[in-house]
T-cell receptor
Framework: GEDVEQSLFLSVREGDSSVINCTYTDSSSTYLYWYKQEPGAGLQLLTYIFSNMDMKQDQRLTVLLNKKDKHLSLRIADTQTGDSAIYFCAERQGGKLIFGQGTELSVKP | GAVVSQHPSRVICKSGTSVKIECRSLDFQATTMFWYRQFPKQSLMLMATSNEGSKATYEQGVEKDKFLINHASLTLSTLTVTSAHPEDSSFYIC????????????FGSGTQLSVL
């Protein structure tokens, strides 16, 4: 199938690290993405990782990819209230993206 | 960075009318654009792939006569919701594929359609 799965909710305290997990199904996916969506807005590309990489770090964001288990994670260090949003992982199949259901991150002060 | 402009951001219309949504790539040419639909608290569902100069490819279950897609130029794709009904109320988002050695998808800011 084409399912990309994520847990629906995550709640953390400000200053803690957040880890959002995602599993995908297509082992031939070339790119895997993380997008952020704030209420009523479009999607903002946060970061992406090529399938031959295990890890990618970009400031407060760390992406880990386990190809064997088809597992992708996004770690946000020092989470801030402004990070509260819905985070979507997506895998690229050919020219189109298949999205997970989104994880709603709630950051409490 | 690349910008994709989507217009309008919000539209309210009466049942039975048609609504056109525009998606423009402002600083790059996009031979391929995608249209997604998002229901509240749900993921984005791909509706169709729009290719410049050819017919759009619709995903299974999406009515092509209901959701008309036109990609007449390398910077503009339009989605027309024809004879809209309340069940068409949703958040519609377009994206444009920027080619090159590092292909990336850029998203519009979305259109909230409310059909009364």
């Amino acid at each position: 199938g084409e399912d990309v799965e994520q847990s629906l909710f995550l709640s953390v305290r400000e200053g803690d690290s957040s880890v959002i997990n995602c599993t995908y199904t297509d082992s031939s996916s070339t790119y895997l993405y993380w997008y952020k969506q704030e209420p009523g807005a479009g999607l903002q590309l946060l970061t992406y990782i090529f399938s031959n990489m295990d890890m990618k770090q970009d400031q407060r964001l760390t992406v880990l990819l386990n190809k064997k288990d088809k597992h992708l994670s996004l770690r946000i260090a020092d989470t801030q209230t402004g990070d509260s949003a819905i985070y979507f992982c997506a895998e690229r199949q050919g020219g189109k993206l298949i999205f997970g259901q989104g994880t709603e991150l709630s950051v409490k002060p | 960075g690349a910008v994709v402009s989507q217009h309008p951001s919000r539209v309210i219309c009466k049942s039975g009318t048609s609504v056109k949504i525009e998606c423009r790539s402002l600083d790059f040419q996009a031979t391929t654009m995608f249209w997604y639909r998002q229901f509240p608290k749900q993921s984005l569902m791909l509706m169709a792939t729009s290719n410049e100069g050819s017919k759009a490819t619709y995903e299974q279950g999406v009515e092509k006569d209901k959701f008309l897609i036109n990609h007449a130029s390398l910077t503009l794709s339009t989605l027309t919701v024809t004879s809209a009904h309340p069940e068409d109320s949703s958040f519609y988002i377009c994206s444009a594929l920027k080619g090159g050695t590092n292909e990336k998808l850029f998203f519009g800011s979305g259109t909230q359609l409310s059909v009364l």
